[in-house]
């Protein structure tokens, strides 16, 4: 399984963006996606996660303001990031669990198999 994440650029505070990650060598809808960010100095966390039954979860500091979805038929997730904040800026990766666990449901990076590139966020006040 490869995954390529695009979308990532320069926005200013209150913009929007959209994240997508394109799954290749397996059927996307088998697995739990996760999208990460990291900003500099700071730990990787999870933004959002979409699950094999298509539950769909959020971190709180973009419940509200970002929107996953995903296309089985294309194998691609999107993250569609409105109210942009700088804090907001980060790198951001979409993963792929191949099982599913109470490490896959918390978020754990350790619990996702597959990862993509990354792609950079940076928002501006």
């Known amino acids: 399984v490869q995954l390529q994440a695009s979308g990532g650029g320069l926005v200013q505070s209150g913009g929007s963006l959209r994240l997508s990650c394109l799954a290749s060598g397996s059927a996307l809808d088998l697995y739990a996606i996760r999208w990460f960010r990291q900003a500099p100095g700071k730990e990787r966390e999870g933004v959002a996660c979409?699950?094999?039954?298509?539950?769909?979860e959020y971190a709180d500091p973009v419940k509200g303001r970002f929107i996953m979805s995903r296309d089985n038929a294309r194998d691609t997730v999107s993250l569609q990031m409105n109210s942009l904040k700088p804090e907001d800026t980060a790198v951001y990766y979409c993963a792929l669990a191949t099982s599913w666990s109470s490490a896959v449901q918390r978020g754990e990076p350790t619990a996702y198999s597959y990862w993509g590139q990354g792609t950079q966020v940076t928002v501006s006040s």
């Open positions: 979409i699950s094999f039954d298509h539950h769909t």
